[in-house]
């Protein structure tokens, strides 16, 4: 008997979770979360804090190319 394994993969952005830097910078290599900006552009707090996935059961995959960073999650079932 043979047994057909299907497996799913959901792709998801990665998240900013803390709310000191909530605004998710894309870029080339790994995003990174920013400080909120004020009334001029500038932003409310120094530095940046790096991105996660939302889902803890997911593997973060940096595009370092291009500015594609995801969080994949698969879910297989046999068949």
Known sequence: ???LTLVAAL???PICSEPSH???IVQ????V???????RGQ????????????DPRA????????SAD???RTEGART
Do not use: K
């Open 33 to 39: 979360c920013g400080a909120p900006l004020d009334n």
């Open 22 to 24: 909530d605004r998710l």
């Open 28 to 31: 080339p290599g790994r995003d």
């Open 70 to 72: 995801v969080c994949v």
């Open 11 to 13: 792709l998801v952005a």
């Open 59 to 66: 593997i973060y995959r940096v595009d370092s190319t291009r």
């Open 43 to 54: 932003p409310r707090a120094p530095g940046f804090l790096p991105t996660m996935c939302a």
């Open 1 to 3: 008997m043979h047994h």
